[in-house]
């Protein structure tokens, strides 16, 4: 519908680069008002900003490590302020730190699973309460292929994406009579930053065994992203939708 996102707050972690930044740029031109988080890196931030404000879109950057709750309460706060209460999200912060399971230390287990599951239940929290109260709220977690099978490589930022699925359904249950939707999207292996923390030869790998033969793009995400935000999807809640070019298929 064409007036979905018109004046609408969506507030995107991870906003400012890869998938986040496509869709704050997929909803730029739809009137809607974006508050982009980021982590630290405040140069990416001003040309997300910029890149945002010349797709016709407002935009508001702002700093927050998502993996704290007192942080991700300030940032919320900042952006209420400047565009009122957040009515849309998208939680699309993320690492990932490749290596095999014997190799995996304490130390990359908590950081993963901090920014990877406690940053989407942060930001969840951080603006369920007045979605609830207004009664209504878009919701479109971030996982991964990785969260649906396993991955050797992978095992901290598996189990991380695994419980953002297990989270979503939770919610969606809880929060759906508060006209109140969440879904869940899970790409591939998609050209961002974080792709290129894998080898060329996994790459190479991976499109072997992907029927498309390709890797994804992030505006491909960020259209499968903004259908779950609009009213296109308005009986549609507590769903993994899958963007891998046939990599990995949910059983029907």
């Given at each position: 519908m064409a007036n979905d996102f018109s004046q609408k707050h969506v507030l995107i972690t991870g906003g400012t680069r890869g998938i986040g930044l496509a869709c704050a740029l997929r909803l730029a031109g739809e009137?809607?008002?974006?508050?982009?988080?980021?982590?630290?890196?405040?140069?990416?931030?001003?040309?997300?900003?910029?890149?945002?404000?010349?797709?016709?879109?407002?935009?508001?950057?702002v700093a927050g490590d998502v993996s704290q709750p007192g942080e991700v309460q300030r940032f919320v706060g900042l952006a209420r302020e400047q565009f009122g209460p957040v009515e849309m999200l998208v939680a699309s912060a993320g690492v990932s730190f490749p290596m095999p399971a014997s190799d995996v230390t304490w130390e990359v287990w908590k950081k993963t699973l901090d920014v990877n599951l406690d940053g989407v239940f942060n930001a969840v929290y951080g603006v369920i309460?007045?979605?609830?109260?207004?009664?209504?709220?878009?919701?479109?977690?971030?996982?991964?292929i990785a969260g649906l099978r396993e991955r050797e490589q992978q095992m901290p930022y598996s189990v991380s994406k695994a419980g953002v699925i297990a989270m979503t359904r939770c919610c969606a249950e809880a929060w759906g009579p508060h006209n109140v939707r969440i879904?869940?999207?899970?790409?591939?292996?998609?050209?961002?930053?974080?792709?290129?923390?894998?080898?060329?030869?996994v790459h190479e790998a991976i499109i072997s065994a992907t029927p498309l033969r390709r890797i994804g793009q992030p505006h491909e995400t960020a259209?499968?992203?903004?259908?779950?935000?609009?009213?296109?999807?308005?009986?549609?809640?507590g769903q993994t939708m899958v963007a891998s070019g046939g990599r990995v298929m949910l059983p029907g």
């Open positions: 009137g809607a008002r974006l508050t982009l988080n980021y982590h630290s890196r405040e140069d990416d931030a001003h040309q997300a900003v910029a890149a945002v404000e010349a797709a016709g879109g407002q935009a508001f950057a309460e007045e979605m609830i109260e207004r009664r209504f709220g878009r919701i479109v977690t971030i996982s991964s879904n869940c999207v899970s790409p591939g292996l998609t050209e961002t930053e974080m792709a290129h923390t894998l080898s060329p030869e259209a499968l992203i903004r259908f779950l935000l609009s009213e296109e999807s308005s009986y549609t809640t």
